[in-house]
């Protein structure tokens, strides 16, 4: 079982940057994918970004690449998503989570993980 919390969202104007901070508890972290999703209101959860669980493969939506950065801290039983050149569009619900699967290449389908965090909400004033 994996708890999972996440901070560091909050109102930022457009051209921005935020730190998203993701605090897992449970001893087998280390072992996880990690995954940041977002959720607009009236719209599904989507894929923003993964990373598997030693940090040597990650994975972005096309949307974010360039702009976004997900890493993890396992002695810290941590992940983070740095959030550079935010756009109104980048406005939602910021979920962190975890999969038990150890992938070679981080999945994206929601389906896939196991465990959710309560999400923090990300506003991006134009």
């Known amino acids: 079982q994996v708890q999972l919390v996440e901070s560091g969202g909050g109102l930022v104007q457009a051209g921005g940057s935020l730190r998203l901070s993701c605090a897992a508890s449970?001893?087998?972290?280390?072992?996880?994918?990690m995954g940041w999703f977002l959720q607009a209101p009236g719209k599904e959860r989507e894929f923003v970004a993964a990373?598997?669980?030693?940090?040597?493969?990650?994975n972005y939506a096309d949307s974010v690449k360039g702009r976004f950065t997900i890493t993890r801290d396992n002695a810290k039983n941590s992940v983070y998503l740095q959030m550079n050149s935010l756009k109104p569009e980048d406005t939602a619900v910021y979920y962190c989570?975890?999969?038990?699967?150890?992938?070679?290449?981080?999945?994206?389908?929601?389906?896939?993980?196991?465990?959710w965090g309560q999400g923090t909400q990300v506003t991006v004033s134009s």
């Open positions: 990373i598997i669980w030693n940090g040597s493969s990650t």
């Open positions: 449970g001893r087998t972290f280390s072992g996880y994918t």
């Open positions: 989570a975890a999969d038990r699967t150890n992938w070679v290449v981080p999945t994206r389908r929601v389906s896939e993980y196991d465990y």
